[in-house]
């Protein structure tokens, strides 16, 4: 007994004593950030703040400071962007320790989807519904670019999305915020991997915040107007989940919102994230954003710009030299508190002691450990893994998909054929190897037949021009093929920042080639590369089978080859919705259902609709189909009464019954049938990703508890309400099975 007594003692003391010394470690990084503070000057504090571009790539006007080294001399920069390679980094790293008070510099980058190894756009990666599979890729591009001397990524981008018009739409999760917010987790987990201070890991930066995606018209940069309950409920949970995943820093967005710049957004800012959601990291501009609440109107000079952005909780100027240039004026006038400015420079060098580089300074300039992930075979591996993810089949009569590979004759048309950089899309990076480290879809096709396989090829047009001078070859090469695989979409720079379109068709005259190889007769593929959802109607209708194949990266020619060739069944969903024309945009699922809701797809009769067009989306978010067919069999509920602490277990049974294995994302929606403000048709709140076997079954379960039911009403207070509730379950948000239950208090 004694000893047993004298043993518990003992653990609680170890226990009592690690709890300790998890406290003090905590305490040791603030008292350093303290101790360094007040050594600064005003001058070095507000360098701290101020962040240039290495005038190389860029997303805005560049400035061209002929001092630069400079001014990391004298402690006047606390962060470069767009400055890689260990070479680079190292030389300017050790012009900062050449400052007064030695404080290393970080350095930032846009790395979005991939450094080295490109991976499939994030749009596209989305599509995969695979949490593990896209935490993954962003932990290759941590490792590739934190080897290569980077110490902050620009990324994840977590606005919702619902306008395709949007050229940054490429860079999100889509239109549903319960799908968006496991992204935006699982890409922060994998940029920040174990922790910041791995070699490996690199600091997330959630952007932008917020609302960004919601620009009116679709148009880049533009106002956002909404409600604050919208604002709450639909745009900003990605943004929590990112935070509560550990996301070290974040972006304020171009937009204003409801009338303020969102740089100068002390609601944003310092109300809602650093405030509700006690957010410990650094806000970081975006490229110019203090600067241009002049020309939004909100500040008269940036002298003004700079008050307002950093009163409101905007800790990093990006690129508009605001701070460097007024905020000592400000403080010494009063307008700016010396608090504001110690807060911000406490979070940004908190930061740099959490990475590490104020105990070594070049622990990210490591010569060996850049080579060895410069070609990193395994890394090419996963990218082709995460493309074969990301592959959308649209459309598939008849089973014309898959192709055998002892196929005689395959005719290869279009302008993505041979397409080498437009494989990557925005936001990826030109290296000397791009020709030969790309896998092209000819290559692909090629590498996957045999050496006497009669490849045939045309180019059939340009993307985006008028001539159809190649027709005739194309059309020639048509006829001499057993089979066409017809490659058109987007080129690499028609989707991205400032890349909005009001028009989405398929560029140029290339659904015109489409229309003369389907008057050939020949069987026809169409792939579509695009970094957004595109129009393309005549081919929707008219052709048989169609594969998305977005901007798949590095290895885009090989996945496409392993799943036109059946080596992978294809399972991505969409997570957005596709327009059948850009005047039915917004469309989403999880839309209102109006006094007048349609009773039919093509009700026009005094209901919400468009009288020229069908009501619904040419493709409905989470559609996508696979080389097998899943039957979804018996649905069940455990109980159709419930009471508050209940939980609702939902079951429902998926039969492969076709003729390949394969995996399908099976989808749980809910819709709250009356509520204090009206509620969504439905809303994504499960989805579970399962592999059959051909001719297998499985009872795939779901929980639900009244959190799930949970929604800002009118007050902005979170909370559920009591009532009755469809629970869907199906393939994908338009194809569903329902049943209705009552949940009580």
């Known amino acids: 007994m004694t000893t047993n007594l004298f043993k518990n003692l003992c653990l609680l003391c170890i226990a009592m004593a690690q709890v300790v010394f998890c406290t003090a470690q905590k305490k040791t990084i603030d008292q350093k950030v303290d101790s360094v503070l007040k050594l600064m000057t005003l001058d070095e504090k507000i360098g701290q703040m101020n962040q240039y571009n290495g005038d190389f790539n860029a997303t805005g006007p560049i400035t061209q400071d002929g001092d630069k080294q400079n001014q990391i001399r004298e402690g006047k920069l606390g962060s470069i962007l767009n400055v ?47 949490m593990e599979a896209i935490e993954q890729t962003a932990r290759i591009a941590a490792t590739e670019a934190a080897a290569a001397g980077i110490h902050w990524t620009f990324a994840p981008m977590v606005d919702i999305a619902r306008d395709p018009r949007w050229g940054r739409v490429m860079e999100g999760a889509g239109e549903d915020t319960y799908l968006g917010s496991l992204i935006a987790a699982a890409r922060v987990k994998g940029f920040q991997g174990k922790g910041l201070g791995n070699t490996d890991a690199v600091m997330a930066c959630a952007k932008h915040f917020a609302a960004y995606g919601a620009a009116i018209g679709g148009r880049d940069y533009n106002s956002v107007d909404m409600s604050l309950r919208q604002l709450y409920e639909v745009y900003l949970p990605p943004f929590k989940a990112a935070a509560e995943a550990g996301a070290a820093t974040f972006m304020n967005s171009f937009n204003d919102l409801n009338g303020i710049p969102a740089t100068g957004n002390k609601y944003l800012q310092r109300d809602i994230l650093k405030g509700q959601w006690k957010f410990k990291g650094f806000v970081v501009s975006d490229w110019g954003s203090v600067g241009e609440m002049v020309n939004h109107g909100y500040a008269k000079d940036k002298y003004e710009a700079a008050m307002l ?75 082709r893994e995460m493309a074969k993810k990301s592959i959308v089949l649209l459309k598939n009569d008849n089973q014309l998909l898959p192709l055998s590979k002892q196929s005689n004759n395959i005719a290869l048309i279009g302008p993505f054929v041979k397409a080498v950089r437009d494989n990557l899309g925005f936001w990826s990076y030109s290296w000397p190897d791009d020709t030969a480290r790309i896998v092209t879809l000819f290559d692909g096709v090629k590498n996957k037949l045999a050496a006497n396989a009669n490849i045939l090829y045309a180019k059939g047009c340009n993307i985006n021009d008028s001539s159809k001078a190649g027709f005739d070859e194309a059309m020639a090469v048509a006829r001499q093929s057993d089979v066409v695989v017809l490659s058109v979409g987007e080129a690499s720079n028609m989707t991205g920042e400032a890349k909005s379109r009001s028009n989405l068709h398929l560029p140029g005259v290339q659904e015109d080639l489409i229309k003369a190889v389907m008057a050939t007769g020949k069987p026809v593929i169409v792939l579509i590369s695009a970094g957004r959802p595109l129009v393309f109607n005549w081919t929707a209708d008219n052709v048989p089978a169609i594969v998305y194949t977005w901007w798949l990266g590095t290895e885009a020619g090989n996945a496409i080859a392993d799943v036109l060739f059946g080596d992978h069944n294809p399972a991505g969903k969409l997570p957005i919705s596709f327009p059948r024309t850009e005047g039915q945009i917004p469309v989403y699922y999880n839309h209102y259902n109006t006094g007048r809701p349609a009773k039919r797809d093509n009700d026009v009769n005094y209901v919400s609709a468009y009288t020229d067009l069908l009501n619904s989306p040419r493709y409905a978010f989470g559609y996508g189909l696979s080389f097998t067919k899943f039957t979804y069999g018996a649905f069940t509920v455990n109980k159709t009464a419930l009471k508050a602490n209940d939980k609702l277990e939902v079951s429902v049974t998926v039969t492969n019954s076709g003729n390949y294995d394969g995996e399908e994302v099976v989808q749980l929606y809910v819709r709250d049938r009356f509520g204090s403000v009206v509620r969504p048709v439905k809303e994504l709140k499960g989805f579970k990703k399962i592999f059959l076997k051909k001719g297998e079954s499985r009872e795939v379960k779901f929980t639900l508890t009244t959190n799930d039911l949970k929604f800002y009403n009118d007050a902005l207070v979170y909370d559920w309400e009591p009532g009755d509730f469809d629970i869907m379950a199906g393939p994908n948000s338009a194809d569903v099975q329902k049943l209705s239950i009552t949940w009580n208090k």
């Open 309 to 383: 952005a950093a009163n409101a909780g905007s800790d990093m100027d990006m690129e508009s030299r605001s701070y460097i240039k007024n905020l000592a004026t400000l403080v010494k006038e009063g307008k700016v508190k010396i608090a504001v400015i110690d807060e911000a420079v406490k979070r940004i060098l908190k930061k740099k002691f959490e990475m590490g580089l104020f105990d070594d300074p070049f622990k990210f300039c490591n010569e060996a450990r850049e080579k060895e992930q410069w070609d990193n075979k395994n890394n090419l591996a996963v990218a």
């Open 84 to 130: 890689t390679g260990v070479d680079h980094t190292r030389t300017l790293q050790q012009i900062a320790l050449q400052s007064r008070l030695k404080i290393p510099l970080l350095f930032g980058q846009d790395v979005i989807h991939g450094y080295r190894t490109i991976f499939p756009l994030p749009l596209a990666e989305a599509a995969s519904w695979d």
